[in-house]
T-cell receptor
Framework: GEDVEQSLFLSVREGDSSVINCTYTDSSSTYLYWYKQEPGAGLQLLTY?????DMKQDQRLTVLLNKKDKHLSLRIADTQTGDSAIYFCAESFSGGYNKLIFGAGTRLAVHP | EAQVTQNPRYLITVTGKKLTVTCSQNMNHEYMSWYRQDPGLGLRQIYY???????DKGDVPEGYKVSRKEKRNFPLILESPSPNQTSLYFC????????????????FGSGTQLSVL
C-alpha cells in the first residue's frame, strides 16, 4: 500500500540551511507536496512539485525529487525562528480521487 | 476570507456521550475530508466526500459517521466516543477531483482537540 516516511525531528541553528527528507512508495503519484503546520494551527500548503520535475525553487525553499529512489527533500535556506513548525510530506494517491497520503511529520526546531 | 471553520476548538467529553464536530467551508469546494492527527502517525483520513450526498470511508472510519447534506458543511459525528478517539481532528476541503495540484490543494481548518475520558 501507500506509505510516506519522514524523520520525526530536526534541529538547526538560525541562519543555517535545513533539509527535511521524505520517502514515498507510490511511483505513480502525480504531485508531491510539502505542508507546514505551525503550533495550534491547521496545515498550510508550502510548496509542491510535479512528478516529472527534478527540482523546484521558490525563494528560500528548494524541493528536490529523485523519482528513481522515491525520495523527496525540502531545503530551507537561511532558516529563521519563524520556520519552526512541523513539516509534512504528502503524495497524491493514484487511485483516482483527491486523497493525499501524509507522512508523520518532521518537527523542525530552530535555535539561536 | 477563504477559510475552513471547525467548531469547537477544544472538547472534553466522557465515554459514550454522542458528539458532533462541525466543519464549514466558504470556497464552494466539492471535496471535503476529515483527518485525525496522532503523534508519530501523521494525518490519517477518516472519511471524505466528493460532493453533496456522496461520502466514503477513509483509512480509519470505525467509530465515526459523517454527512454531506449541503456543499459547505461536513460534520463529523461520534455516536459513542471512546478514549482511543482522543486526538486532534482536522477538516479539509479542496476544489475538486484530480486535475492536478490546483484541484488537489487542501485547505485545512484550525483543528479540534478532543479528549474522551
Amino acid at each position: 500500500g501507500e506509505d510516506v516516511e519522514q524523520s520525526l525531528f530536526l534541529s538547526v541553528r538560525e541562519g543555517d540551511s535545513s533539509v527535511i527528507n521524505c520517502t514515498y512508495t507510490d511511483s505513480s503519484s502525480t504531485y508531491l507536496y510539502w505542508y507546514k503546520q505551525e503550533p495550534g494551527a491547521g496545515l498550510q500548503l508550502l510548496t509542491y512539485i510535479f512528478s516529472n520535475m527534478d527540482m523546484k525553487q521558490d525563494q528560500r525553499l528548494t524541493v528536490l525529487l529523485n523519482k528513481k529512489d522515491k525520495h523527496l527533500s525540502l531545503r530551507i535556506a537561511d532558516t529563521q525562528t519563524g520556520d519552526s513548525a512541523i513539516y509534512f510530506c504528502a503524495e497524491s494517491f493514484s487511485g483516482g480521487y483527491n486523497k493525499l497520503i501524509f507522512g508523520a511529520g518532521t518537527r523542525l526546531a530552530v535555535h539561536p | 476570507e477563504a477559510q475552513v471553520t471547525q467548531n469547537p476548538r477544544y472538547l472534553i467529553t466522557v465515554t459514550g456521550k454522542k458528539l458532533t464536530v462541525t466543519c464549514s467551508q466558504n470556497m464552494n469546494h466539492e471535496y471535503m475530508s476529515w483527518y485525525r492527527q496522532d503523534p508519530g502517525l501523521g494525518l490519517r483520513q477518516i472519511y471524505y466526500s466528493m460532493n453533496v450526498e456522496v461520502t466514503d470511508k477513509g483509512d480509519v472510519p470505525e467509530g465515526y459517521k459523517v454527512s454531506r447534506k449541503e456543499k459547505r458543511n461536513f460534520p463529523l459525528i461520534l455516536e459513542s466516543p471512546s478514549p482511543n478517539q482522543t486526538s486532534l481532528y482536522f477538516c479539509a476541503s479542496s476544489r475538486g477531483q484530480g486535475g492536478g495540484a490546483t484541484n488537489e490543494k487542501l485547505f485545512f481548518g484550525s483543528g479540534t482537540q478532543l479528549s474522551v475520558l
